[in-house]
C-alpha cells in the first residue's frame, strides 16, 4: 500500500479530482489505482488569498513509482488481538469513559466477561439529568457532566485528535468508534470530531456490542473499597444505589476519569501510591463564531466547504508561566459542568453541526506543586476545590457561573453587564471581576496570554468577548503510579485513562486502556 501526501486541492474539489491529482503525481491513469481511499484532510489556511485543502491518500499501484518525497511506503496493517487467560474471576472495570469502554471491550473479545461499574446512569438518563442541572440548577452529584456512561467526554466537542504517536492502538479506537456509529469522516480528517449529540449514540452501540461478548454494565455502582492482603487485591467494595456489597476481584482496571475526587480520596487512604501533576487552571473565552471564521479565514470564511473555523493557541510569558487554548469548540457552548455541591465548573460542547452562534475554547494556565499548599499528593486536587468554591460564591451560590468581559478582565475593573456577545452558559451567569476569583499570578497570566494571543489571531482582545469561569478539569491533578506491568503497588490493581494520570482526551485514554489491557496477552 502506497500513501501519496500533499495533493492540493481547491476548497470545491471533489473526490474525483483528488484520485485525478494522485493519478497525476504518479504519472498514471486514475483507473492504475487500486484500493484507492481519502487517509487524511486538512485546511491549509496559512494564505488568506490561497485558503484550499490538502489531501494524503492510499492506494495499491503497479505503475512505476516516480522519484517524489511525498510518496511512502506503507508498512503492513497490524491486527489487535487479544488473548489473555482467564484466571477463572471476572475482570473489573471502574468507569465507562473511553478507557474503560475500550478496556471493557478488549476484555470482552478475550472472552473474560468483564462487569463494567459506572457510578453514573446510563447515558439516556443521564442527558436527562443533565438537562433539568442546567435548566434548574439542581444538581445530582453521581449522574451529570462528569460521571455516567461514556465520561466527560460525552458532553464535549468529542475531539479525536492526539498528541500521542499514531500506532495499532489509536488505529483501533477510530475504527471502533466509526463502526459504533462515528461520521465516516473522522478516519481522515486531520481534526476528527464526534459532537456530542453522536456521542451518546457511540457509547450506546459501543456497550451493546460489549454486552453481545459477554461483558455487563452495572450503572449506578461507584467503588467505595479495596480489600487487600499481602499487596494483592481480592476483593472491592460497590455501592449501588446506597447499597454496600463486595466483588470477588483479581483484576481492576482502574478508569475512573480525572473527576472521582472521593474516589482519589478513598484509594490514597488504602495505600495506592500516586504522585502530584500539573495540570492546568483558567475559564472559558467565548467569540461569535463568524468572528473566528473571517479570522482564520478571510475572504474564504463564505465558503460552503469549510466549516466552522477552529484555533489553537499558546504563549510563554516572561514570568515563566504558560497560557495556552484547550478543548476548542466551534459553533459550541459552554456547560455547566460541577459534579460536586457547592462548587462551579465550567466545559465546552459542540454538537456535530457546530452550528451555534458563539466559539468558545478554555483559556488555561498551567499550575504545578509550587501553586498548591502542601507535597500531599492530593494538594492539586484540592486547589482546583478552592477555585470552584470561589466561583460558586462569586456566581450567588446557586450555580450561575462569574462572568466577565474579556475588556473589563484586562484593564482590571469589574464587569456591570454583557455586551454583543451572549453567555451560552446555563443556567446564568453572574457579571463578576475575576482578580476576586483567581490568584493574582494566574490571573496576570491569563491578561498577559490574552494580550499575546491577539497578536496571533485578530481580535481575540475583543472588548466584548466573554470570559466565564471557572475551568479547572482540564486533567488529573493526579498520576496513580504504575510499573512496567501496568499494575500498581497493589498487585492486580490497573490504572489507566485520563483520571489515572497518562492520558488527556478521548483518543488517547482509549488507547492507554487498550495498551493496558494488551500487557495481559499470552506470550
Known amino acids: 500500500m502506497l500513501r ?32 484507492f481511499r481519502i487517509s487524511k484532510k486538512s485546511v491549509d489556511a496559512r494564505n488568506k488569498q490561497n485558503v484550499h485543502f490538502v489531501f494524503s491518500v492510499d492506494c495499491n499501484t503497479n505503475a512505476v513509482l516516480p522519484k517524489d518525497k511525498d510518496i511512502e511506503n506503507l508498512p503492513a496493517e497490524e491486527k489487535l488481538v487479544f488473548k489473555i487467560k482467564n484466571d477463572g474471576t471476572r475482570p473489573i472495570v471502574v468507569g465507562s469513559g473511553p478507557a474503560g469502554m475500550f478496556a471493557g471491550l478488549a476484555l470482552a473479545e478475550a472472552g473474560l466477561r468483564p462487569i463494567i461499574l459506572e457510578r453514573g446512569a446510563d447515558v439516556d438518563a443521564r442527558q436527562k439529568k443533565v438537562d433539568a442541572f442546567w435548566k434548574t440548577g439542581v444538581l445530582d452529584t453521581e449522574t451529570n457532566v462528569q460521571f455516567g456512561e461514556g465520561g466527560a467526554g460525552t458532553f464535549s466537542d468529542g475531539k479525536l485528535m492526539s498528541g500521542i504517536k499514531k500506532d495499532k492502538f489509536t488505529a483501533r479506537v477510530m475504527h471502533e468508534l466509526y463502526e459504533a456509529g462515528a461520521p465516516a469522516e473522522i478516519l481522515y480528517l486531520a481534526k476528527p ?20 461478548l459477554g461483558g455487563e454494565y452495572r450503572f449506578n455502582s461507584r467503588l467505595e473499597g479495596l480489600i487487600v492482603k499481602d499487596s494483592k487485591l481480592q476483593a472491592i467494595k460497590v455501592c449501588h444505589n446506597n447499597e454496600m456489597y463486595e466483588l470477588s476481584a483479581t483484576r481492576v482496571f482502574l478508569a475512573i476519569g480525572h473527576s472521582a475526587r472521593d474516589t482519589f480520596e478513598m484509594l490514597y487512604a488504602a495505600g495506592v ?55 476548542m469548540c466551534p459553533g459550541g457552548t459552554v456547560v455547566a459542568a460541577a459534579s460536586e455541591q457547592g462548587r462551579v465548573v465550567t466545559n465546552g460542547m459542540s454538537e456535530f453541526a457546530r452550528d451555534r452562534e458563539n466559539a468558545n475554547a478554555a483559556l488555561l494556565v498551567g ?57 451560552s452558559y446555563q443556567p446564568s451567569v453572574t457579571w463578576c471581576h475575576f482578580d476576586a476569583l483567581y490568584p493574582a499570578e494566574i490571573a496576570d497570566a491569563m491578561r498577559g496570554g490574552i494580550m499575546e494571543m491577539a497578536k496571533k ?43 489515572a494520570g497518562y492520558a488527556g482526551g478521548i483518543t488517547s485514554s482509549a488507547s492507554d486502556a487498550l495498551k493496558v489491557v494488551y500487557t495481559l496477552n499470552e506470550k
Open 367 to 423: 499550575v504545578g506543586t509550587n501553586d498548591f499548599a502542601s507535597p500531599h499528593p492530593l494538594a492539586g486536587m484540592y486547589f482546583q476545590r478552592k477555585l470552584e468554591e470561589r466561583a460558586f460564591a462569586l456566581g450567588g451560590k446557586n450555580y450561575q457561573a462569574p462572568a466577565q468581559l474579556v475588556g473589563d478582565f484586562l484593564q482590571a475593573k469589574p464587569s456591570k453587564h454583557g455586551g454583543d456577545i451572549q453567555p
Open 457 to 499: 489571531l485578530r481580535g481575540y482582545d475583543k472588548r466584548d468577548a466573554v470570559l466565564t469561569g471557572v475551568e479547572t478539569r482540564s486533567s488529573s491533578p493526579v498520576r496513580i503510579v504504575r510499573d512496567d506491568t501496568m499494575q500498581s503497588n497493589i498487585k492486580g490493581l490497573y490504572p489507566c485513562g485520563e483520571g
Open 4 to 35: 501519496i501526501n500533499n495533493i492540493k486541492q481547491p476548497l470545491a474539489a471533489t473526490e474525483q479530482n483528488v484520485h485525478q491529482a494522485a493519478a497525476d503525481k504518479l504519472h498514471c491513469k486514475p483507473e492504475d489505482l487500486h484500493n
Open 273 to 327: 501510591y500516586m504522585t502530584q501533576k500539573p495540570f492546568s487552571v483558567g475559564a472559558r473565552i467565548e467569540h461569535k463564531q463568524t468572528q473566528i471564521n473571517q479570522a482564520q479565514y478571510g475572504a474564504a470564511a463564505q465558503s460552503p466547504y469549510l466549516g466552522a473555523a477552529d484555533y489553537k493557541l499558546a504563549v510563554h510569558l516572561p514570568n515563566g508561566r504558560s497560557v495556552y487554548t484547550f478543548c
Open 193 to 212: 470530531h464526534i459532537g456530542t449529540d453522536n456521542l451518546r449514540i457511540v457509547v450506546r452501540n459501543m456497550r451493546r456490542k460489549i454486552e453481545a
